[in-house]
């Protein structure tokens, strides 16, 4: 949209001002463990997405690099608790299995937005003889539509399913009783050093934020670069924009599919491969098609393009998958942000893939992009076999002890961990 050129970026300017971003989020994250255990995870989201807004639309005024950066920077402090406030809130309304078709239907917002984002670029980009360029209208107007959706969420969104203003009591104790199943418990306010601890020492934590990281290095590049890549084939900067729209189809399709295959049939880990295979041919598309004979290749590389959105659909299941897995609120604070911590790590190693000197082709960058696809693979299903030890050695532990299929009011309801619970199960 020119913003390059009227800001002066030179360089990796705008890399490091995607980087940034992240950067802020993935500080950011610190403080939100303990907000989301103190505040109601609504109201603070609401203010958050508010405060988005506001900061978006400052991206406006922007002069140059420095004042570009200091918006994305602010961008990225109130984006952080999005995710992890969305985690906690969906993950009191539904079981375990009904969870990873809902985070996939809130994700798609993204896939939306590509799509949307596509035909606003488009039209913005017609904005002429204006006194203001088209991607400073484009960040006020998206800035200020942001900010009224943070008022609406804060007014309307419940912080628990007992503040719901559309259920009866009777909806209330019903619902509850029937996530009961959960043994997650709703929310409980008291702050345990304790569970953070235990965090930090489970091996599922850690492989849950290590296949987020490497996910969100694909998307990252994805959705920061794809409009990039195809001006780079030769195409204008509006055409550029619709090009980039069917991006937006592939991760949707995507997203709808896996969330639909867990909630059937389960097997986070088959469904999480279902998506790497077309990223990994994606990749390789974009990776070792030559483009140097020029027009015959380009749909090929466009294909690729497209592909790699399948990777998307990866990310809300990892988040499911700590929110289903990790009992104990404390630690499931922790979990999801250091889980939403992990998508911004991700995303500050993908945009400094992209160098000033490999353009115009980026090679390097897409290189990265079929080797996380391919590692998240194997790191899914390293985390299903984990998951599948643990819940048999459970199961030995409880025949020994005769307490096979025991459930306690205590797990159900006390705010114990899943290391606590031993009547706990891990989902895979």
Not at 54 to 74: E, P, Q, V, W
Not at 134 to 160: E, H, I, K, Q
Request: aromatic share 12%; with cysteine.
């Amino acid at each position: 949209m020119g913003l390059k050129e009227d800001l002066g970026l030179k360089g990796n300017d705008f890399s490091n001002t995607a980087t940034g971003l992240f950067i802020a989020y993935l500080l950011a994250e610190f403080p939100n463990v303990y907000c989301l255990q103190k505040v109601p995870a609504a109201k603070w989201l609401g203010t958050n997405v508010f405060l988005w807004g506001i900061a978006a639309a400052a991206a406006a005024g922007a002069t140059g690099y420095k004042s570009l950066l200091a918006a994305r920077i602010f961008l990225g402090i109130f984006e952080a608790t999005v995710g992890p406030s969305l985690m906690l809130i969906n993950s009191q309304y539904y079981t375990r299995q009904e969870q990873a078709l809902r985070f996939t239907l809130w994700s798609s917002g993204v896939s939306i937005a590509q799509i949307l984002g596509g035909l606003i670029s488009f039209g913005f980009q017609h904005v002429h003889h204006a006194a203001l360029e088209g991607w400073r209208v484009m960040f006020l107007v998206l800035g200020a539509v942001t900010s009224l959706v943070g008022v609406l969420t804060f007014c309307f969104l419940p912080d628990t399913p007992m503040k719901a203003r559309w259920l009866s009591d009777q909806e209330r104790v019903a619902l509850l009783q029937y996530i009961s199943v959960n043994q997650t418990g709703v929310r409980n306010s008291s702050f345990h050093v304790k569970q953070i601890w235990e965090a930090v020492l489970d091996v599922q934590v850690w492989l849950l934020a290590l296949a987020v990281v490497l996910t969100s290095v694909s998307s990252g590049v994805i959705t920061t670069y794809s409009s990039t890549l195809i001006v780079s084939f030769g195409f204008s900067g509006p055409d550029a924009a619709l090009l980039n729209m069917p991006s937006g189809v592939v991760s949707l399709v995507f997203l709808i599919a896996v969330g639909v295959g867990v909630r059937t049939t389960s097997h986070r880990w088959a469904w999480i491969l279902a998506c790497t295979i077309p990223g990994i041919i994606g990749a390789s598309l974009l990776s070792f098609l030559p483009t140097a004979h020029g027009h015959s290749n380009k749909a090929g590389v466009l294909v690729g393009i497209y592909l790699v959105n399948a990777i998307i659909a990866v990310l809300p299941i990892l988040w499911q998958w700590a929110m289903a897995n990790c009992a104990g609120h404390t630690k499931r604070a922790f979990a999801s942000a250091l889980v939403a911590g992990s998508f911004s790590l991700g995303n500050i190693i993908g945009p400094q893939t992209f160098q000033a000197r490999d353009a115009p082709a980026y090679h390097p960058a897409k290189v990265a992009v079929l080797a996380t696809q391919a590692s998240v693979a194997i790191v899914a299903a390293v985390l299903s076999l984990y998951y599948v030890w643990e819940n048999q050695r459970r199961d030995q532990r409880a025949l020994r002890a005769g307490q096979e299929g025991l459930e306690t009011v205590e797990g159900k309801w006390e705010g114990l961990t899943d290391w606590e619970n031993q009547a706990f199960r891990y989902v895979y």
